[in-house]
């Protein structure tokens, strides 16, 4: 690794400060960081540690409301039965980080926050991975884990095990900046990058994700991840769907791809099939059909379409305690 | 506030004793204090204008403690834990196979818990309690684990062995007599590739060579 300094601030107040300066980035678990700073990827003048920061690591339930500080490592989410009781498919989630190191050391920020997966961008040719002449290295290379939904010029998928659930259901990000604290919906804290100084996420220098609130209460939700290797690898494709009514009975649908898209994807079309809708085979696979209406495969990844429309339908069946 | 830049010339001294009660804050934090939690309030009362001082890129006195003895030393931030325990320490249990997070070779035992030596800055753990392969148990005092190791010969060329070791330590603390699955999954963060992976169940489970679970 380069040279770097390091500061390890106390407050959110004096973390922000020192994020704001160029070149300095926040730590959190480190797992994902170091390697990119190992390998070069990324580098950093100052690293700006967040373990010791005070209220960015907990777990609140309060009422139907999950509260979780950004820094609350994803071994201490796991372990808390109220909120694993209240979101049991919280489990899955976090189960679907197969280490138990990684889960000890990765927070749900950094998750969160991970940088994507694209191997183009981990070998350094940045996160549109274009030649120097403007072609793209994804589509005309090896793309057997990339976007079947591409947005523009960026064709990674986003990684993170949490936010296609807390983009179901529809958590807000509690971010903290120089001007104070903003609250945005978990999806707005994602985009797809057009040009090479853009990053996948929104936040802006000197912001800080500071954790994430869900309101659990009256819904059902489930993940479904389609893996390769049940240990240490990140999913090919996963589901999320929070449905709210009873029964069979879906009042409203959410339901959101990762591993999909550059960005946490929504499947609107998908939720719209189902609302209102009794949950039968019919119903499920004619949902599943719309997750993956207008995805643009590539050379390499045109199975993960029907990846995507099983793990919408065994997410669905979980949610609603059905076989389907 | 403005941000600093970094520099060299940021004040060393005292660095440790900082790290030290700043461990000890995050540990009570997790302890459960959550009042204010995502408020930014929390923070207030253990505002310090001095934790916000640029360390480094040269080397900064971290203190922590390794295998029950404690350790004073100058380390650059960019150090790793797995580094700074072997090349600094002569601490070698810990083994730098993948350096990325990945293969657990590196395992160790952080205030009880199991991390990759690899993906911690030795900065990050100042203030805090190391345990390695070597901390378990000696040769003529093995850890029932070590023992079990040998007696199922759990190992061939042996390099991923201290990492299951520790891991397997860990694992039986949070389930003291693991079924399959949670055997599979205790164990899901660390390679062999050699295959010894019969062994290393039977480890647990009990095999000719008897297990530590009991099982």
């Known amino acids: 690794m380069r040279p770097f300094g390091y500061a390890a601030p106390a407050t959110v107040e004096q973390a922000v400060g020192l994020l704001a300066a160029e070149g300095s980035e926040a730590l959190a678990g480190g797992t994902d960081l170091l390697s990119l700073l190992k390998d070069d990827v990324e580098r950093v003048d100052r690293l700006v540690a967040l373990r010791g920061v005070a209220g960015l690591s907990g777990i609140e339930l309060d009422g139907g409301t999950l509260r979780i500080g950004a820094m609350t490592t994803l071994q201490e989410l796991r372990d808390h039965d109220g909120a694993i009781a209240a979101l049991p498919a919280l489990a899955v989630a976090i189960d679907g980080v197969a280490s138990p190191q990684l889960r000890e050391m990765g927070t749900v920020g950094g998750d969160l926050l991970q940088r994507p997966r694209c191997w183009y961008y981990r070998r350094g040719f940045g996160l549109l991975a274009l030649t120097a002449d403007g072609r793209s290295m994804v589509t005309e290379g090896d793309n057997r884990y990339h976007a079947i939904f591409p947005t523009g010029q960026a064709r990674f998928v986003n990684p993170s095990s949490l936010a296609p659930l807390l983009v179901a259901l529809g958590a807000e990000a509690v971010v903290h900046g120089p001007g104070g604290e903003r609250r945005l919906p978990v999806e707005a804290l994602y985009q797809a990058p057009q040009a090479a100084e853009e990053r996948e996420n929104t936040l802006a220098p000197g912001e800080l994700l500071a954790g994430v609130e869900a309101n659990v209460a009256g819904s059902r939700s489930a993940v479904y991840e389609v893996r390769q290797r049940r240990s240490l690898d990140w999913p090919l494709m996963a589901a999320a769907v929070t449905l709210t009514g009873s029964g069979s009975r879906a009042e409203r649908a959410r339901i959101v791809l990762g591993h999909a898209a550059p960005t946490p994807h929504v499947a609107a079309a998908a939720g719209d099939v189902l609302s209102g809708q009794e949950l039968t085979p019919e119903t499920v696979a004619a949902a599943a059909d719309a997750a993956v209406e207008g995805a643009r495969p590539m050379s390499g990844n045109r199975y993960k379409i029907q990846l995507a429309r099983t793990a919408v339908r065994r997410a669905l069946g979980h949610a609603a305690g059905m076989e389907i | ?215």
Do not use: W
């Open chain 2, 1 to 215: 506030m403005k941000g600093r830049r970094v520099t060299d010339d940021a004040k060393r001294s005292g660095f440790s004793r900082r790290s030290f009660l700043r461990g000890g804050a995050a540990g009570a934090l997790s302890g459960g204090l959550t009042t204010g939690l995502l408020t930014g309030e929390a923070g207030a009362a253990a505002a310090d204008s001095e934790a916000t001082e640029t360390v480094g890129p040269g080397p900064v006195d971290v203190e922590l403690e390794v295998n029950g003895a404690t350790h004073r030393l100058a380390v650059e931030p960019r150090v790793t834990l797995l580094d700074g325990l072997r090349d600094r320490l002569d601490v070698t249990g810990p083994k730098r196979v993948c350096d990325r997070g990945t293969c657990g070779a590196c395992t160790v035992l952080e205030d009880g818990r199991p991390i990759y030596a690899c993906s911690r800055l030795m900065i990050e753990s100042a203030g805090r309690s190391i345990t390695t392969v070597e901390g378990l148990g000696s040769p003529d005092a093995m850890h029932d684990v070590q023992q079990a190791f040998v007696d199922n010969d759990a190992q061939q060329c042996g390099f991923c062995t201290p990492g299951f070791v520790v891991a397997t330590a860990a694992l039986l603390a949070r389930h003291p007599a693991p079924s399959e699955p949670e055997i599979e999954a205790g164990l899901g963060g660390n390679f062999c590739r050699c295959g010894t992976y019969k062994g290393i169940r039977a480890v647990i489970a009990g095999g000719e060579g008897g297990g530590v679970s009991g099982g």
